[in-house]
């Protein structure tokens, strides 16, 4: 039996929807300290055509959405023009308490990404330089002034933000460059 690690829980949560999927986990560095990174999964030809090393932006925001913060990141491989948009989205004050998220996000000068193909395996890894940092560091500085929200209300603030936007597109040119 394999030992459950969040990277465990988190694919086998990736493999279990469509491709073109995007989730955030934490993974265990060499040193010993933990750091949150990208998991994104799509078809083989897509991933193919992207070559070797594509380019790679992220893009995110805070909103409150009454009361609930939401963060949506946005992750682009390749160029903007025919690039392929990936969107997670960040539960900045979870009921759980602290953001362990924010926090490596805060910690970490890089960004890893894992490309998975539609069966599921790794075909690939990405690193960018950590433009999360500030905006990680100014949430978690707000966190006091906000009351800690459930799944289901982060969820429902969730829709209604995305609601205001036509596609993937609107929102990652709504949130411009970081």
């Known amino acids: 039996m394999a030992l459950a690690t969040p990277l465990a829980d988190t694919l ?3 493999r279990q929807g469509p491709p073109g999927r995007a989730l955030y986990t934490r993974v265990q560095a060499v040193d010993g300290r933990w ?3 990208w998991l994104i999964r799509d ?3 897509r991933l193919e055509t992207l070559g070797p090393a594509p380019a790679v932006e992220f893009r995110a925001g805070a909103f409150d959405e009454g009361g609930v913060v939401i963060l949506p990141i946005l992750v682009r491989l390749g160029l903007e023009e025919s690039g392929y948009i990936y969107d997670t989205c960040i539960n900045a004050y979870q009921i759980e308490g602290e953001n362990i998220y924010l926090q490596d996000l805060v910690r970490q000068d890089r960004m890893h990404i894992h490309l998975y193909d539609d069966a599921g395996e790794l075909v690939h ?3 960018a330089p950590n433009c999360l940092r500030e905006l990680a560091q100014s ?3 707000r966190q006091s002034a906000y009351q800690p929200s459930t799944t289901a209300a982060f ?4 829709e209604r933000l ?4 036509a596609d993937m597109w609107a929102l990652w040119h709504a949130l411009g460059r970081g």
């Open 155 to 158: 969820e429902y603030a969730r």
């Open 35 to 37: 750091k949150t990174v």
């Open 162 to 165: 995305y609601a205001n936007y």
């Open 12 to 14: 086998t949560r990736l």
């Open 139 to 141: 949430v978690l500085e």
């Open 43 to 45: 078809e083989w030809q």
């Open 125 to 127: 890894t990405l690193t």
